[in-house]
């Protein structure tokens, strides 16, 4: 906008805009400050207050005035905004059965998803066996196994005609439920329970098929983790990239950190952790000795350490070196929307475990962890994406209205818990 806008047409067209709406100001420039002034300095209080008055929402920059290229530079940069924004808009989130009782951490109140405009269904485990059980059959399924042979390679999926078969019905069960199910919404997510009846009753794990829904833009959360799906989705859309969801799982044992990261990288052990699943990542984002195998954990538990045959079907393998950001938006027990972002990496460092796993190393982590994390009573899960996305994330969910957005703060600045003294 140039100078006075003027900023009621300005702010009405945001107001009519099917979309979200930047506003911006031209900056004066080296001319004539006289009679070719184009200075929008002050146009962009009045439109600030315009949009007030009139209880719009319009995206500002952090520092709104700028030169044409300048302004160029905040569209590129509202791009991941604004698709982030229609998409959450556009978004119906589906879910399978209720949250495990062991991991009840994952459960939160509804209420926050219809304040963002998310759409919801919640159905029952049943729903989603008896709609498999109708797919046994679908001459879809032998195209969806050679898919699978293709993205794993020779020997890194199991020679299983029947549990290939299995897994790839269960592909197909969860993109026809979205396709048939999505109403008036354009973009589906998933949140469902894969734990412990699901393994006994379906035949195997569901993580590597999750893993390849995600890596074509759908996200399936586990242990129905309905705001895990909606922070994988925001990412995807921020970073125009596949994104994971991760435990927060453990630390670093001491002999790694001396054997692979004293020295060589500047963290100090409670800086790192490690972020694990039981394999749910996508394939494009794990090293080259990934391969389909079985979840572990559960076949001491239900198989009771036998030869895997229904604890199958995980996606293992070292998280491959990058850049993240882990994030998570959430509605904690008062109904309140909250979120963190922290940016860091995945180092190159084997993690000597199992699963779709990696060890990352988060600046000032260890603070982190125990006054946001553990103080504002975080879930276990964090979704991951593979860059540094914090600007454009940090600016969606303050669009969205979120008060609270936590970050990994320097030890120059303390958080309001911290003890100086200690």
Known sequence: ??????????????????????????????????????DA??????????????????????????????????????????RALIGISNLKIITFGPRPQDFFACNAPIKGLYELGVEIEENSELDLLMSFKEHADDPRIEGVCADIAAEMGEGRYYQDAALNRKMAQFEL???????????????????????????FEFGFEPCYINSRLVSRGIPVACEVDIYGALSEYIGMCVSG?????????????????????KGKFNYTLTDTFMGFHCGNTPSC????????????IQNRNLEKGAEPNITRGTLEGDIAPSDITFYRLQCDSN????????????LPVPTRS?????????????????????????????????????????????????????????????????????
């Not at 962009?44 to 005035?65: A, F, Q, T």
Request: with cysteine; proline share 7%; aromatic share 14%.
């Open 1 to 38: 906008m140039g100078n006075f806008g003027p900023e009621t047409p300005e702010t009405l067209i945001g107001k009519n805009f099917d979309g979200p709406v930047m506003y911006v100001a031209a900056a004066e420039g080296d001319g004539d400050v006289i009679g070719g002034r184009g």
């Open 41 to 82: 300095y002050c146009g962009m209080l009045n439109c600030s207050y315009n949009l007030g008055m009139r209880h719009l929402k319009g995206y500002i920059p952090e520092y709104p005035v700028g030169t044409a290229e300048e302004i160029a530079q905040m569209m590129a940069d509202f791009v991941p905004v604004a």
């Open 173 to 199: 069960t969860l993109l026809d439920w979205a396709e048939n199910h999505k109403g008036a919404r354009k973009y589906v997510a998933f949140a469902d329970k894969c734990w412990p009846a699901f393994p």
């Open 241 to 261: 990239d596949t994104v994971t969801l991760l435990d927060i799982n453990n630390s670093v044992p001491q002999y790694i950190y001396d054997e692979d990261i």
């Open 285 to 296: 984002k794990l090293c080259e000795d990934r391969a389909v195998k079985y979840q572990l």
């Open 335 to 346: 109904g309140d929307l909250r979120s963190y972002i922290a940016q860091g990496e995945v």
């Open 354 to 422: 199992f699963g779709g796993i990696g060890v990352f190393a988060i600046p000032e982590m260890g603070r982190f962890y125990r006054h946001v994390l553990v103080q504002k009573r975080y879930p276990h899960h964090g979704a991951v994406a593979f860059g540094h996305y914090g600007k454009a994330l940090f600016e969606v969910f303050k669009y969205l209205g979120v008060a609270d957005i936590a970050y990994n703060q320097p030890k120059s600045l303390p958080y309001p818990t911290e003890n100086p003294f200690a």
